[in-house]
């Protein structure tokens, strides 16, 4: 199949990634990585953090409610014992960073800078603590101040991923102008499961999965219209005909995640499907 697209210096010959914190820290092998073109990490700090107590997921009608609270084992233990071990599986490596403010930003960046990685993926879902715990996400403002101090430390593959429950247009339009070479659309939706009535005990945490894939979708088709960045989806890919949705829709590439909590071999499905529809609607002649 003759699936090439470019994004910036980065080549993709297949239009699947796999999604942040959906696979691990290369702890595992996992099958089908010949079908993709990069990995993408679960979300790295500055220092080590330990994630959130137990429950941590709940199924929800054609989804999965999550609060892992970001565990992870900081940048340098992350440099010195995990990415090697990444790297052996074999695809190209995209870090996906997670900060409390600018700064915690800019260091990572400076960090991943000399580092064997392809790229960095921004989650700017997270509270900037400078500016008193709101969110980056809901300032266009602070995420333009953000990708532009980012930008002038990291010269490969940078791209934001953006939440849903920002205004994304204006975040989007931000993150242009600031010098990002692509958007990831988007983060989970925020969500609630009743864990037990009595007690009365409720997850708080992300929404993602099928039920995710419609709202996911017109964010995508919306901002492809408005915003020239390469956009790569993220949200309940499950199938071939998902990504050739997505890929309709204006995206560039897709990111697969859930699917492959659900069915850890799904990767190659999901591309023999995409190939035969692609082939089928001659999309690469
Ligand atoms: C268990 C779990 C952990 C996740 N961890 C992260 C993370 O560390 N950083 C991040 O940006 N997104 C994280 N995500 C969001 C996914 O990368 C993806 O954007 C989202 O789940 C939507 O895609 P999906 O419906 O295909 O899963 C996580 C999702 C799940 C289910």
Redesign the pocket.
Known sequence: MNFYVKIGDFELRSPLLL????WGLGEKEISGLEYISAL?T??VSKDPMPGNPPPR?AEAPC??I?S?G?E?PGVETFLKEYLPRIKKLGPKVIV?L?GESIEDFCYLAERFENADVSGI?L?I?CPNVRKGGIHFSESAKDVFELVNEVRKRFSKLLIV?LSPRSNVFDIAFACEEAGADAL?V???YPALAVVSLKPFKVLLG?L??PA??PL?LRLVYELSQKVKLPIIA????MTGRDVVEYLACGATAV?????L?IDPLGIKKIYKEFEELYQELEWGS
């Not at 999604?19 to 959906?22: D, F, L, N, P, R």
């Not at 993220?234 to 890919?237: A, C, F, K, L």
């Not at 990111?255 to 699917?259: D, E, K």
Request: glycine share 20%.
């Open positions: 999604a942040s914190g959906t993408i679960k979300g997921l989804g999965l999550n892992i970001l992870n996906n997670h993926e989650n879902s991923k990831t988007a983060n989970t992300g993602s999965g995710i894939k996911t993220s949200g309940g890919v990111q697969v995640g859930t699917a909590l």
